[in-house]
């Protein structure tokens, strides 16, 4: 299958920071890439989608103002959580398609720990 | 309605032996895809195996088998021969066609461990 990056793996910062994760598609242009949250011992919940070149859709629920994705690449795309908080501690995982309709191939997640 | 239902949230199975993790979907749209992802204790979302709704057979890739009940609206996932490396979170996932946006929908995911 298709390979995806993320940087960094794990991340720990003090409350109030802003933190930006990548995520990269080593081996396709992945016109499409998605950003999951997921809780401990729970479920991936989709935050956003975003399209090269043009801005994210986010989910109901997720401030857009707070989680700033860019995708300025096909194969890569960015996501800075701004002024974290501890609440914000998740494990953040993305994941890109190449087109619609073909299979999302994740990246190996990046753990934030907001201190 | 829950999209992904998967009713185990643990299963055990003994070294060698074959087990089915349940899942059972709702949709509307003619047009779906199912997907397993397994995710070990590292995080990794790894895909193991895909079945769309227009699909005559079952999907299978190597000790991985869909068995694709339309009617019943279940895709649940067999794993033939365990090994202890099988050990980890399985996920049921769909996605939906035009009308769901082609977004991937997670079930609560099956802890699955694998014993001697």
């Known amino acids: 299958g298709a390979v995806v990056s993320q940087h960094p793996s794990w991340v720990i910062c003090k409350s109030g920071t802003s933190v930006k994760i990548e995520c990269r598609s080593l081996d396709f242009q992945a016109t499409t890439m998605f950003w999951y949250r997921q809780f401990p011992k729970q479920s991936l919940m989709l935050m956003a989608t975003?399209?090269?070149?043009?801005?994210?859709?986010?989910e109901q629920g997720v401030e857009k103002d707070k989680f700033l994705i860019n995708h300025a690449s096909l194969t890569l795309s960015t996501l800075t959580v701004t002024s974290a908080h501890p609440e914000d501690s998740s494990f953040y995982i993305c994941s890109g398609r190449l087109r619609w309709g073909s299979t999302q191939y994740f990246g190996p997640g990046t753990r934030l720990t907001v201190l | 309605a829950q999209k992904i239902t998967q009713t185990q949230p643990g299963m055990f199975v003994q070294e060698k032996e074959a087990v089915t993790l349940d899942c059972t979907y709702d949709t509307s749209d003619p047009s779906y895809g199912l997907f397993w992802y397994k995710q070990p204790s590292s995080g990794e979302m790894i895909f193991l195996i895909y079945q769309g709704s227009y699909d005559q057979q079952n999907a299978t890739e190597g000790r991985y088998s869909l068995n694709f009940q339309k009617a019943r609206k279940s895709a649940n996932l067999v794993i033939s021969a365990s090994q202890l490396g099988d050990s980890a979170m399985y996920f049921c996932?769909?996605?939906?066609?035009?009308?769901?946006?082609?977004?991937?929908?997670f079930g609560t995911g099956t802890q699955l461990k694998v014993e001697l």
């Open positions: 996932a769909m996605r939906e066609g035009a009308g769901g946006g082609n977004k991937l929908t």
């Open positions: 975003s399209n090269e070149g043009s801005k994210a859709t986010y």
